[in-house]
């Protein structure tokens, strides 16, 4: 691994020591690198460097509680790399493929996965229909679009008997009830399961809607307010740093 950032991010809680294991030293390298180049080049608020392991780091790690070992995981709209990461990090075992389709944030997530010298992580500069045509175990995506959307863009790419797993926060329940059970079961999909991981890990846990893709089918959800565009829509960069639990 060769020399990283010069900036210091905030030293890890305990819990990290838990989460990460004996690859803590790479996780606390990636948070340097997010403390440092993703705040220059606006991939992280400013305000959000002291406190990226809560907020960030093991917010998003602790989501490898739902994830089988041995799993091809894709991160779609993967930003600074949350959560797909933080997971490839603690979980040496997952094959990660990063999702992003704007150039200055694939470009950071090459250059991290370069320097921590990850093997198993791939970075793709795409939009999430661009790669429909690849299937992966697990999709994961964290603060990027209302549920219908997501699973426009995540099911298509997700394996008969894989899952898409989306970090939702508070919301996570109301999103599900919106849209009535038969979309989904016409989509191919099992409903949806609102799980709580990070328990003890993080305060508050980690709220996640994990929806299993049953058999091949239009994905399509009753209640898309309008074509998906492949692209995730990001938020305002104020609103952006704001990222649910």
Not at 20 to 44: E, H, K, P, S, T
Not at 82 to 93: E, H, K, M
Not at 127 to 152: C, G, H, I, M, N
Request: charged residues 25%.
């Amino acid at each position: 691994m060769t020399d990283g950032p010069a900036a210091t991010a905030a030293l890890p809680p305990p819990a990290a020591s838990d989460v990460f294991g004996d690859r803590l030293v790479l996780a606390q390298a990636y948070a340097a690198w997010l403390a440092d180049a993703g705040v220059v080049r606006g991939l992280i608020g400013p305000r959000e460097a002291p406190r990226l392991w809560d907020r960030h780091l093991l917010n998003c790690a602790v989501l490898t509680e739902v994830l089988p070992a041995g799993s091809s995981v894709a991160d779609i709209g993967s930003g600074a790399g949350l959560p797909g990461l933080a997971l490839a990090i603690a979980r040496p075992d997952l094959r990660v493929t990063l999702v992003e389709p704007l150039l200055r944030r694939a470009t950071f997530l090459q250059e991290v996965v370069d320097d921590l010298d990850l093997g198993a992580v791939e970075v793709v500069r795409a939009r999430a229909e661009d790669v429909r045509e690849r299937r992966f175990a697990v999709t994961v995506s964290r603060a990027v679009a209302p549920l219908p959307r997501l699973a426009d863009w995540c099911l298509p790419m997700t394996e008969v008997g894989g899952a898409m797993v989306a970090l939702k926060g508070d919301r996570a329940a109301t999103e599900v009830a919106e849209l009535p059970p038969a979309s989904w079961t016409a989509s191919g999909a099992a409903q949806p399961e609102v799980l709580t991981v990070g328990v003890g890990v993080v305060d508050p846990p980690v709220t996640v809607v994990r929806v299993v893709r049953e058999r091949e089918a239009p994905v399509r959800l009753v209640g898309h307010d309008g074509p998906p565009s492949g692209r995730p829509r990001r938020r305002s960069s104020s609103s952006a740093r704001r990222r649910p639990r």
